[in-house]
């Protein structure tokens, strides 16, 4: 079955830790976002990519990286620098424009908390 | 600023009744309007959409109004089941494939 897969499921970081966040999806989606999600709030954009080796800063990029080294994997890092990192963090995928649009589709999420 | 804008937190109706929830947005170069419902710990899961241009999509209990001078969208659920009750995200595209997120409302579906 085609979806996309995050893990781990739950995650903790210890203070001045960088923590990764994998998202795999086997859909062959061009597209690939990261959300977060606060308590009571909607998602908001960190990163988005739209061909390998390319990526764009979202609305909340500071204090977290990503690559694009595979069409297939997006992984998210939340660096030290983020100093409000406790969100649940959702991975997405889609086509690309050019193949006709289509609603993103989204991977199940990794809660992060800190310790 | 926010551009998408959920302003009921929460709705809690009776089931088989109709569940009516609401979206207001502000950015007129939206092209298409998105509906995900979201269970506990899961992600979000697309629901039904509508282009700009139309005023209304139907897919089975489900059926999203757009009202383009009002810049308002509404989505209906009839009749309601004890299975809808979920967290519901309105949300709007721009720029090819980016999505603008609305705040949430809850859905309880009482039996």
């Known amino acids: 079955d085609g979806g996309i897969t995050q893990s781990p499921k739950y995650l903790f970081r210890k203070e001045g830790q960088n923590v990764t966040l994998s998202c795999e999806q086997n859909?062959?989606?061009?597209?690939m976002y990261w959300y977060r999600q606060d308590p009571g709030q909607g998602l908001r954009l960190i990163y988005y990519?739209?061909?390998?080796?390319?990526?764009q800063k979202g609305d909340i990029a500071e204090g977290y990286s990503v690559s694009r080294e595979k069409k297939e994997s997006f992984p998210l890092t939340v660096t030290s620098a983020q100093k409000n990192p406790t969100a649940f963090y959702l991975c997405?995928?889609?086509?690309?424009?050019?193949?006709?649009?289509?609603?993103?589709?989204f991977g199940d999420g990794t809660r992060l908390s800190i310790l | 600023d926010q551009q998408v804008k959920q302003n009921s937190p929460s709705l809690s109706v009776q089931e088989g009744r109709i569940s009516i929830l609401n979206c207001d947005y502000t950015n007129s170069m939206f092209d298409y309007f998105l509906w995900y419902k979201k269970y506990p710990a899961e992600g979000p899961t697309f629901l039904i959409s509508i282009s700009s241009i139309k005023d209304k999509n139907e897919d089975g209990r489900f059926t999203v109004f757009l009202n383009k001078s009002a810049k308002h969208l509404s989505l209906h659920i009839v009749p309601s089941q004890p299975g809808d009750s979920a967290v519901y995200f309105c949300a709007a595209k721009w720029a090819g494939n980016m999505l603008t997120f609305g705040g949430g409302t809850r859905l309880m579906v009482k039996p």
């Open positions: 859909l062959n989606h061009d597209a």
């Open positions: 990519s739209q061909i390998v080796n390319d990526f």
């Open positions: 997405a995928s889609n086509k690309d424009q050019g193949g006709g649009w289509q609603p993103q589709h």
